[in-house]
């Protein structure tokens, strides 16, 4: 049997990765703290706690696989226009600003999809959170499990 106290570290473990805003890798920091602190007095907080570790694990390995390929496209646009050869100083320094390169499409694609799938990390954190208040268990979709 569940009890509110149970039902509310679990919903503070799942809140706890928004301190991310506040505190660098707090999106880590504070559920392995809260969850460390709590997994042994039950199950249900041990549960919630390795899926939001596995959830932020699984989303940092996403980005920056995102990130390894949105970033060359970028570099490869901008060094497109700069001519190294005739490079003095910064008298002949010039970069091409003219149309736009599918690179620079295909960079700002994988950058939109970053921001989509940062709004939907942060509604999925709201659900599991809200989940955990109601006293069920929440799985993350696309959650790699790295604690078992």
């Known amino acids: ?34 969850w460390i602190a709590n997994r042994d007095k039950s199950e249900f907080i041990d549960k919630h706690g390795k899926q939001i570790i596995n959830f932020q694990i699984s989303i940092l390995l996403y980005a920056t696989i995102l990130g390894t390929l949105t970033i060359p ?11 190294f050869i005739d490079f003095n ?27 989509i799938g940062f709004i939907i990390e942060l509604a999925l954190i709201v659900v599991a959170s809200l989940k955990a208040r109601d006293g069920q268990l929440y799985n993350y979709p696309l959650t790699i499990n790295f604690l078992k």
């Open 89 to 115: 100083g910064f008298e002949s320094f010039h970069v091409n600003i003219g149309k736009p390169s599918p690179l620079l499409y295909i960079g700002g694609a994988l950058g939109a999809l970053a921001i």
């Open 1 to 34: 049997m569940l009890d509110n106290h149970q039902k509310n570290i679990a919903t503070f473990i799942h809140l706890s990765t928004f301190s991310r805003f506040f505190i660098p890798f707090g999106n880590f920091i504070g559920p392995i703290i809260l």
């Open 73 to 83: 496209f970028f570099i490869f646009k901008i060094f497109n226009g700069i001519d």
